[in-house]
């Protein structure tokens, strides 16, 4: 199985989170009799570094989704960083201060996507204006690649392809980026980046020739700088994350030791060997109990001075409960999750503003959708429904602005520049013709740079917001009944384009539904931000559902050439992100902020 490498970071203080195992490290300070090293290095008796005098900051980054052409999916780094955020503003960081890049927040906020650009743009810019006094938190969540060839580790931003090194983030460059550019006195590293067999099935067929280092220890011997070290595992073990807790186990006792549980002598003080002994402890502990395997976090290299983490509000008691007894689940499990919470009560609908219309720089209409509350999914009893329709009740918690027309060829050109759909069969080339041939993965694209073009955050709607959008009000087949033969009057569908018609047409020529959207149904596929799972509507959230973890992305709407049930405002199809066909297209969402 392969593991993640990690190398090693020049500072001050520097503290490495690594999930992950391998062989040890040469000349690596031994463990005490209690699982964890002692603190204080030669000629240090007494001093205390004390993190907090100056300003503290935070830069936490999780991808969950990857191209499932590149890399396996994951299931809880967005919970281990977010959960993180929130537990650091307890204990001194001003929320102001922390900045958190996932795939959930990037969805409104464009530039905190954790793609290799964002990265390293917000971590350059974060650094700059530190000061000696400040500490800087560093956490990355998500896979992490160590070739054979080369000794330098890798960490793998949402865009990441493993074929092309230079799509990844290099750990090496990060490590001599804090050396040279960051004055900050001291710097915390969580690297929680080593899964098993991160590259996917389709990715492993199409670069076979890559190899990966099955080592997963740094491969460095010495650590330069006062280095700490944290591996989540020893040499021979498993890393585990668990659906109960909702995190990787090691991260979790990470983060509740940071939150208190950890301050062994109750001086309201959280110091780096108590949250160690905590953590190695409560890791084992849980591993063993409710696992039945083995799970022991090794800490690696010194530090200097008594270094103090985290500053209580209140005194915290010696805890060390016994988790109950729960199924064991392998980091690279993708189990369904626990059962969701129940709906929350329903609220009256707000009536939609139809004049609420804007128009921006490429001459897209967007009208505002507010939120509210429908019946997503379809009844038993729907002509056409077919399995993973379960219908369930979904609240919208804000508003957003969506495209009243699909993307067109020329607003795509006018963004991106180029022709996806140039020299296939079933187009007619024009400026008000729906954009088609268009990946998931470009469609992505096409909102990054929209939103760098225009100041403000566009992005693919989620699945329950294109069908909110889309039912318009109605809980019907189709946004105008249950009649599909009303159906020509709103969509270009199999049913009335004859063969001299078969390609993407002229956006806005049908009637538009409730909400003064055309094309919801018919003409091109949509794609949506979420990953299809069949059973998702069973467990998914009541509010502002984002879709499962993973799978392949989900597209809605129906096509020029196909059924009526196909274009039904509770239909769902699916395909790879990288996946193009001449029916396929997108839908822009502008965020409501102004």
């Known amino acids: 199985m392969f593991r993640l490498a990690i190398s090693t970071i020049v500072s001050v203080t520097a503290l490495v989170f690594v999930c992950g195992c391998g062989e040890s490290v040469e000349n690596a300070e031994p463990a005490n009799g209690n699982g964890w090293t002692g603190e204080r290095g030669s000629g240090d008796e007494g001093q205390r570094d004390v993190v907090g005098q100056g300003d503290l900051y935070a830069f936490l980054v999780a991808v969950r989704?990857?191209?499932?052409?590149e890399l396996t999916s994951l299931q809880f780094t967005e919970n281990d960083v977010t959960e993180l955020a929130e537990t650091l503003k307890t204990v001194g960081y001003e929320e102001g201060n922390i900045l958190l890049m996932t795939q959930t927040v990037g969805a409104t906020r464009t530039r905190m996507l954790p793609t290799?650009?964002?990265i390293q743009e917000q971590l350059s810019l974060l650094i700059r204006e530190l000061k000696p006094d400040d500490t800087l938190l560093l956490a990355f969540s998500g896979h992490g690649l160590q070739f054979k060839d080369k000794d330098e580790s890798y960490y793998c931003p949402a865009d990441a392809r493993v074929s092309d090194r230079?799509?990844?983030?290099s750990m090496d460059d990060v490590y001599a980026q804090l050396e040279s550019d960051c004055q900050a006195r001291t710097k915390l590293l969580l690297m929680d980046a080593c899964r098993n067999d991160p590259m996917s099935r389709l990715s492993r067929s199409a670069n076979a020739e890559i190899e990966l280092d099955a080592s997963g220890v740094?491969?460095?011997v010495e650590l330069p700088g006062s280095l700490t070290a944290f591996f989540s595992c020893s040499a021979g073990e498993k890393?585990?994350?668990?659906?109960?807790?909702?995190?990787?186990?090691f991260l979790n006792f990470v983060i509740e030791g940071l939150g208190g549980k950890a301050d062994f002598d109750r001086d309201g003080e959280v110091s780096l060997a108590e949250l160690e002994q905590f953590s190695v402890k409560q890791t084992q502990r849980f591993v063993r109990v409710n696992l039945s395997r083995a799970q022991t976090p090794e800490r690696r290299g010194e530090s200097r001075g008594l270094v103090t983490l985290a500053r209580l509000a209140t005194a915290t008691p010696r805890t060390g409960d016994i988790p109950r007894e729960v199924s064991p689940v392998p980091i690279s499990d993708t189990s369904s999750p626990c059962p969701p919470?129940?709906?929350?009560?329903?609220?009256p609908r707000r009536p939609l503003n139809l004049d609420d219309v804007i128009t921006n720089s490429v001459g897209m209409k967007l009208k505002l959708i507010p939120a509210g509350e429908f019946l997503m999914g379809s009844p038993v009893s729907e002509k056409g429904r077919v399995e993973g329709e379960t219908q369930h009740r979904v609240r919208i918690s804000q508003g957003f602005y969506l495209q009243t027309t699909e993307v067109t060829q020329g607003q795509w050109e006018l963004v991106m520049g180029t022709k996806p759909w140039k020299g296939q069969p079933y187009v007619t080339e024009g400026p008000d013709y729906a954009a088609n041939y268009v990946s998931w993965s470009e469609a992505m694209e096409f909102c990054q740079k929209l939103s760098?073009?225009?100041?403000?955050t566009y992005r693919l709607p989620t699945e329950a917001e294109w069908e909110y959008a889309c039912r318009a009000g109605t809980e019907t087949a189709y946004s105008f009944g249950d009649d599909a033969a009303s159906l020509s009057d709103y969509a270009w569908w199999g049913g009335n384009v004859d063969d001299d018609a078969n390609q993407a047409h002229r956006v806005g020529l049908k009637r538009p539904n409730p909400w003064g959207l055309y094309d919801m149904h018919g003409n091109v596929w949509e794609w949506c931000s979420d990953y299809y799972d069949l059973?998702?509507?069973?467990?998914?959230?009541?509010?502002d559902p984002q879709g499962p973890s993973t799978g392949i992305k989900v597209y809605r709407g129906g096509k020029w050439l196909t059924a009526a049930s196909s274009c039904r405002s509770a239909d769902r199809e699916r395909n790879p992100a990288s996946f193009r066909w001449s029916v396929l297209g997108m839908r822009a969402v502008r965020s409501a902020a102004r």
Do not use: F
Request: glycine share 6%.
């Open 116 to 118: 290799r650009q964002n």
């Open 65 to 69: 989704q990857y191209d499932p052409a």
């Open 166 to 169: 230079s799509t990844l983030i």
């Open 452 to 456: 760098a073009k225009e100041g403000v």
């Open 218 to 220: 740094p491969q460095r």
């Open 239 to 249: 890393s585990y994350e668990h659906p109960d807790i909702g995190h990787g186990v």
């Open 341 to 347: 919470p129940p709906p929350p009560p329903a609220q």
């Open 535 to 543: 059973n998702y509507y069973k467990w998914s959230p009541a509010t």
